[in-house]
């Protein structure tokens, strides 16, 4: 009888937690076909690689100039209401995107797409820590990852076959169904800021920013070791959007693979990181967060070297499912450290203000190392960013491994 109570108060405390993975699925999934048929439509259009490179840059550029004020709104205005408004602000979007007739009409559609997106990620983690108790959020976080790597392998099939039997504007319709679909799932979610809690009504001005940004300097200076580990993970995004920018030129030039046999090894990324997330799924209650950061930050890297040494089909495979298992061992550890040690009510601007950095760190190493590849060969800069971005790794883990800041570690057990 109490097992019988035990398992519905379990099943009943998850209820919520996985309608949201729900919507994070639906969502994700439906990104990944409008990536693929965006990239076909704009290369059908132009026959440029550069071209459909922009698409690329105008994601951080996007940030870029969302950064500096939305965490000052995101922190005053209801999350679920804003979740919902920029998942449908983004499907009107989505919708009228293949009857742009211009490339720079479509640029500035795609634009527009990225600010509410980056708006949503901050967003949507402020209210994941809102929702999810603290004991919880590891075993979230890794299915989190579970979710988003299923989308990584299933968007791309399911595009092909909406391209078989429509086309790549069918395909960006159904992203703009899907993105509704999200949205009606995030409303079933509960409110969370009525409950005893009161949204900051304060108009925001271009003081209210200033002094938000202050504020946010303040507690970085004030949390010394918050920041830093959050800046240094920031330098993790950083090495993999530079290095994976040169990924197919690597696979299809250097190792003369086929684009077929390329998109395998896509797969077979998908895989670790489903694998992985699994793995911290099942074993959440005994991985460490700094275990988790420490091992992901090392071994994500040593899976580049090994892409960057192969020269055959199997050894990038290793290198592949290296890199993506071991990353999703750092994302469900940062992810979980984040949330249990950045205060909810100024988690917007904190990861808006810090995500200024990221974006322009990413707009500066991605064309750095387009450059570079362009003088020097695409194996050799990809050998040096991987050896780099290594030695990122080693840092990160001595710091996050220094026994006297465990406390920002093991406090998650504590809830």
């Keep these: 009888m109490n097992l019988g109570v035990a398992a519905m108060s379990k099943s009943i405390k998850w ?8 919507g994070i699925g ?3 999934l439906g990104a990944w076909i409008y990536l693929i048929a965006l990239n076909l439509i704009v290369l059908d259009m132009t026959e440029s690689s550069f071209a459909v490179s922009v698409l690329y840059i105008l994601i951080p550029v996007a940030t870029l100039c969302t950064n500096f004020w939305s965490g000052s709104f995101i922190d005053r ?3 679920r209401n804003l979740m919902i408004f920029l998942d449908l602000i983004r499907a009107f979007f989505i919708f009228l995107l293949p009857f742009m007739d211009s490339l720079i009409s479509i640029y500035l559609w795609v634009f527009i797409i990225n600010i509410a997106s980056s708006i949503f990620g901050p967003t949507s983690m402020v209210y994941m820590t809102k929702l999810i108790p603290k004991t919880n959020r590891q075993r979230f976080n890794a299915l989190r990852n579970f979710i988003n790597s299923s989308g990584f392998i299933l968007g791309p099939s399911i595009a092909g076959f909406l391209f078989i039997i429509g086309s790549p504007y ?3 319709q159904l992203n703009s169904l899907a993105l509704c679909m999200s949205a009606i799932i995030i409303f079933l979610l509960p409110n969370l800021d009525l409950r005893g809690e009161i949204v900051i009504s304060e108009k925001v001005s271009l003081k209210v920013i200033r002094n938000d940004w202050i504020k946010i300097l303040s507690f970085s200076k004030s949390n010394m070791h ?3 580990v959050y800046v240094l993970f920031s330098g993790i995004t950083v090495f993999m959007t530079g290095l994976d920018s040169l990924e197919a030129a690597f696979a299809t030039r250097v190792l003369s693979l086929s684009e077929s046999t390329y998109g395998f090894l896509v797969s077979v990324a998908g895989i670790g990181i489903i694998i992985g997330s699994l793995t911290n799924a099942l074993f959440a209650s005994r991985l460490k967060t700094n275990i988790l950061i420490g091992f992901g930050a090392i071994f994500t890297p040593f899976g580049y070297l090994i892409f960057a040494f192969s020269q055959n089909f199997i050894w990038a495979s290793v290198g592949f499912f290296t890199l993506t298992f071991a990353l999703s061992f750092a994302n ?3 992810f979980t450290f984040y949330q249990n040690n950045v205060p909810v009510n100024i ?3 904190f990861s808006s203000v810090l995500g200024v950095l990221e974006a322009l760190l990413i707009i500066m190493f991605t064309t750095i190392i387009g450059v570079f590849a362009e003088l020097y060969g695409i194996r050799f800069v990809y050998t040096i960013g991987s050896f780099t971005f290594l030695t990122l790794g080693f840092i990160i883990s001595l710091v996050v491994l220094d026994k006297s800041k465990k406390i920002y570690y093991y406090q998650e057990n504590k809830g």
């Design 332 to 334: 469900t550890g940062f």
């Design 226 to 228: 918050i920041a830093l």
């Design 26 to 28: 639906v969502s994700n």
């Design 170 to 172: 069918l395909a960006i």
């Design 15 to 22: 209820k919520n937690p996985l309608l949201l993975l729900l």
């Design 77 to 79: 205005l209801n999350k």
């Design 347 to 349: 988690m917007g601007r």
